[in-house]
């Protein structure tokens, strides 16, 4: 596609339950991040993909938190029995090389814990 | 330590002025350099690449000290546009991996 594109662009869930966040990244693009923003905060680092490699997961906070990508293509950031600090922006992006290009990001999943 | 620092701000001026932003970096490895624009609620956006002999885009000006560690933005003539939060962005290569580490921000607030 034309852009970075995530769904759900808001997810408000209960405490305890699971969450799927996908991203499908620019066309042909190999790497591909995720990050998340809390409110008033800047960028963590959680997770990031390229091409066939194994991905760099050094960033996820808990065992709660995995993430996939199929297909070299669209991934999917999964959390389990979410928790309120999971609150946040979630936001993935894409670069054409994993060599510190600029990344375009998604407009991002806000995802609220009740 | 956090791998990159900023000023918060906000820094409050009125359009027309010049403003600069700083910032530095811990890791002596990272090798590229980036300011990104955040407007509020929006996702980052790219603003411009650094390059260590300085580069120039419009009313934009980013710089590079890796001596020092240390990156600079320089904005002039500032537009009511201009309002938003500037990030500092570094490369971190750890474990054979290449990834971005973003500052928190710098608020930047031009007013009439």
């Known amino acids: 596609g034309a852009g970075v594109s995530q769904s759900p662009s808001n997810k408000v869930t209960e405490k305890g339950k699971d969450v799927e966040l996908r991203c499908d990244p620019i066309?042909?693009?190999?790497?591909l991040y995720w990050y998340r923003q809390s409110l008033g905060q800047g960028l963590e680092f959680l997770i990031y993909?390229?091409?066939?490699?194994?991905?760099?997961k050094s960033g996820l906070p808990s065992d709660r938190f995995s993430a996939e990508r199929t297909g070299g293509s669209v991934s999917t950031l999964t959390i389990q029995r979410t928790q309120q600090e999971d609150s946040a922006v979630y936001l993935c992006?894409?670069?054409?090389?994993?060599?510190?290009?600029?990344?375009?990001f998604g407009s991002g999943t806000r995802l609220t814990v009740v | 330590r956090k791998e990159v620092e900023q000023d918060p701000g906000p820094f409050n001026v009125p359009e027309g002025a010049t403003v600069a932003f700083n910032c530095t970096y811990s890791?002596?490895?990272?090798?590229?350099f980036f300011w990104y624009r955040q407007d509020c609620r929006k996702e980052p956006k790219l603003l411009m690449s650094?390059?260590?002999s300085g580069n120039e885009d419009g009313r934009f000006t980013a710089q590079l000290n890796r001596a020092s560690q240390y990156i600079s933005l320089l904005i002039r003539d500032s537009k009511l546009s201009d309002s938003a939060t500037y990030l500092c962005?570094?490369?971190?290569?750890?474990?054979?991996?290449?990834?971005?580490?973003f500052g928190a921000g710098t608020r930047l607030a031009v007013h009439p």
């Open positions: 992006a894409s670069s054409s090389q994993g060599q510190g290009y600029g990344y375009t």
């Open positions: 066309s042909g693009h190999t790497a």
């Open positions: 993909f390229q091409g066939n490699s194994a991905p760099d």
């Open positions: 890791n002596s490895a990272s090798q590229s």
């Open positions: 650094v390059y260590s």
């Open positions: 962005v570094v490369n971190n290569l750890s474990g054979g991996y290449n990834k971005l580490i």
